[in-house]
């Protein structure tokens, strides 16, 4: 069979398992106890495990299985939660990812898979990497060795009874006697033994029971919890004086032990019930309305869901021929308004409406939760705060908001450069922020929302902020700026300095970041992909990265203006309300033209004036206003005419003229011409 097919299936599965894993892991080290998770986590590896095997990737198989080994103690109550043995879990779930990146690469990436299985193996056969205590871990292994039929039959009283007998220095000894196949009075060989024990000690526990003993209702074998202050070999020699017995196996027992076996039992039973009553508790959600919010829930309703996965390259041809049609849509409602025929304009109508309709189920397709790329960061800022000494709590908000594929593909690396750059430099260590008066976890928060049609993420941190003097310093000192030019440079024009090529203010190099060490990327990047990055800092408080994206890169609903004799597209999304304004409703404030809108004062600007329109102004006391936001700021455009609304092909200028101010892109009007579409968020400030 040709598993070459299945290939692409196998990838995208197999990442959505470790993504889940590595999820799950995180929130397990903060709920050690939480065996709903674990069992989770075991669920997915278990999965992976036989696809991987399906498919012939046995090393993915052999590590999987050992991790899943652990996972299995863990959730029978045999090991313990502890942070070595999450350290070797997160290690092993690298190796994996490494080993399926390898995959997808097509490259023959070596990992060591015989240590990363060796990590594995030594948290269950070494206490000190796993257990909680070597102690627990000793109870742990004499547990396997005991019945559990005898264990069970110790009740709270003879507990009690063993425990006081340790105490005072007596020694509790499970014992097993197996009589002779041809013992024909096996109640009174037993009944001889008990005597014989009985005057060097006290039996506490028999299994079966004394009655059943009495009345031979036992096979050949009986077993016993018997305390005495006598050693084992003695108690072996004094039961082997009795005939007709064919084997005595003395095997010295702790009261942990015992107790150990009892809190497991009651844990056992506690989950038992849960498991009985979840579904009585589910329909009780359902009853309230509440929504599910548990990860491991999510992932069980996933499953009821009916997809198919379709290539990112098909979606991309459907874009391209959908576009073409929207074009030419265009044309047909313009030719159809100038002729007229009433037959022609139905059926133009009704084919903009199921183009519409098509137009938002083709971009829906396209569109992806940026929670995709959050997920990784998690796991990365746990690693990187550890390697670095420092304590870090990351806040993710916002994980729901969409955006195009094409960009959250590309979005990942800078936001990466963003968050060690954060952690790294941004951060202090804890003994600084201890001694500032801060927290001494650090705070680190990535938040994600829709605003106009961008999508904006914040990567802000609280911890030292950026040091104007010592920015301007190193420009001057690398010749970036003279000194002169850096008196007049405002708080933005400096910060904006970091993202000189090369440009760092960090005294020492590091492995890890630099301000200056990436951040020319990633503004590369970002404008590669039509947004932008801003920086805000306050010393002593921290700074914020704010990523603005384009929401999709294809189709957009715009407001099309004449200015003078061109037309200019304003994306729908940006615009609060158009508004005619008297000329003597207009006011100067510190050179700015602005008006009262609903109470707040909102800057005016002039397209004429800002693309250089020719054109005399015709001044009939009348302007009109389209308002226009930029998340809670606004602006309003002048324009002289509005044309009316239309679903525009967003086409981008290409490389050479992608640096002009305020225009995002073109489009191709019904009757051929070229409209620029205006990027609102350039013009407010």
Same mark, same amino acid.
């Given at each position: ?40 986590? *075991? ?24 991790? /899943? ?21 997160? *290690? ?12 997808? %690469? ?21 206490? !000190?990497?796993?257990?909680?205590? !070597?102690?627990?871990?000793?109870? #742990? ?5 005991? =019945? ?10 003879? $507990? ?23 013992? +024909? ?23 079966? =029971? ?20 006598? @050693?084992?070999?003695?108690?072996? #020699? ?18 942990? /032990? ?13 989950? /038992? ?37 379709? %290539?990112?390259?098909?979606? @991309? ?10 074009? @030419? ?31 938002? $189920?083709? $971009? ?9 790329? *959050? ?21 993710? !908000? ?22 060690? %750059? ?59 700026? !003279? ?52 920086? +805000? ?47 003597? @409703? ?70 050479? $003229? %992608? ?27």
């Amino acid at each position: 069979m040709d598993m070459n097919q299945y290939m692409d299936a196998f990838i995208d599965e197999a990442t959505q398992h470790l993504q889940s894993i590595n999820g799950n892991l995180l929130l397990l080290e903060k709920e050690p106890a939480n065996l709903e998770l674990v069992q989770e986590i *075991f669920r997915s590896a278990h999965t992976l495990k036989g696809m991987a095997a399906t498919m012939g990737f046995e090393e993915v198989a052999e590590l999987t299985h050992h991790l /899943e080994n652990v996972l299995d103690q863990v959730r029978n109550r045999k090991l313990t939660v502890s942070t070595p043995m999450m350290d070797t879990l997160f *290690f092993s779930v690298d190796a994996l990812e490494k080993m399926i990146d390898a995959l997808i %690469n097509e490259e023959n990436a070596q990992v060591d898979v015989g240590q990363v299985i060796q990590a594995l193996n030594g948290i269950q056969g070494d206490g !000190s990497k796993g257990a909680s205590s !070597s102690g627990e871990e000793q109870t #742990q292994d004499r547990s396997s060795s005991v =019945p559990r039929a005898i264990l069970q039959a110790v009740d709270q009283f003879a $507990l009690t009874v063993l425990t006081q007998s340790e105490e005072t220095g007596f020694n509790i000894y499970h014992i097993q006697v197996t009589l002779d196949k041809g013992c +024909l009075l096996k109640a009174a060989r037993a009944y001889m033994v008990f005597q014989l024990l009985e005057s060097e000690g006290e039996i506490i526990q028999t299994l079966p =029971p004394v009655q059943d003993i009495e009345e031979e209702a036992f096979e050949s074998a009986f077993e016993l919890i018997y305390v005495t202050k006598q @050693d084992t070999d003695y108690v072996q #020699q004094l039961i082997h004086k009795v005939s007709e017995i064919e084997q005595v196996h003395v095997q010295p027992v702790k009261t942990e /032990e015992l107790k150990y076996h009892q809190s497991q039992e009651i844990a056992e039973g506690a989950l /038992e019930t849960a498991a009985a009553s979840a579904p009585s508790a589910d329909s009780e959600q359902l009853k309230s309305g509440q929504p599910e919010t548990s990860p491991h829930r999510n992932g069980s309703q996933r499953t009821l869901n009916k997809t198919i996965r379709v %290539n990112i390259d098909r979606l @991309d041809a459907l874009m391209n021929l959908f576009s073409e049609l929207v074009i @030419d849509r265009g044309r047909l409602e313009k030719i159809s308004k100038e002729l007229q025929h009433q037959e022609l304009i139905e059926t133009v109508e009704h084919m903009s409406r199921m183009s519409s309709d098509l137009q938002d $189920l083709i $971009l829906n397709m396209r569109m992806v939760p940026i929670e995709q790329v *959050f997920n990784r960061f998690p796991k990365m800022v746990r690693s990187l705060s550890r390697e670095l000494g420092k304590e870090v709590e990351l806040a993710m !908000s916002g994980t729901e908001t969409e955006l195009d594929r094409t960009v959250i593909d590309e979005i990942g690396d800078p936001l990466v450069h963003l968050l060690r %750059n954060a952690i790294d430099h941004g951060l202090e260590t804890t003994e600084e922020r201890k001694r500032l008066g801060k927290p001494e976890q650090g705070r680190l928060e990535l938040k994600a929302y829709h605003s106009g049609n961008h999508v904006f993420i914040e990567v802000r941190d609280d911890g030292r902020g950026i040091d104007r003097s010592k920015v301007l310093k190193k420009a001057i000192e690398r010749g970036v700026i !003279s000194r002169e030019r850096s008196e007049e440079l405002s708080d933005q024009d400096v910060y904006q300095l970091l993202f000189a090529s090369g440009f760092s203010t960090a005294e020492k190099v590091s492995d890890i970041s630099g301000r200056g060490v990436g951040l020319d990327v990633v503004k590369n990047k970002i404008e590669s992909l039509g947004g932008n990055v801003s920086v +805000l800092s306050q010393p002593g408080a921290g700074t914020t990265f704010t990523v603005q994206l384009p929401l999709t890169l294809s189709i957009i609903s715009a407001l099309l203006v004449k200015v003078m004799d061109e037309t200019y597209a304003i994306p729908l999304t940006s615009i609060i309300e158009v508004a005619a304004v008297k000329q003597e @409703d207009i006011r100067s404030v510190q050179g700015q033209r602005v008006i009262d809108f609903r109470g707040k004062v909102v800057p005016l600007v002039s397209l004429q004036d800002v693309f250089e329109v020719p054109g005399e102004v015709e001044e009939d006391g009348i302007l009109s206003i389209v308002i226009v936001k930029k998340g809670e700021k606004m602006a309003g455009l002048i324009v002289d005419s509005l044309i009316g609304q239309q679903e525009v092909v967003l086409k981008t200028l290409g490389q050479y $003229l %992608n640096q002009v101010f305020a225009i995002s892109g073109a489009t191709i009007l019904g009757d051929g011409q070229v409209a620029l579409i205006i990027d609102c968020n350039a013009l407010i400030k």
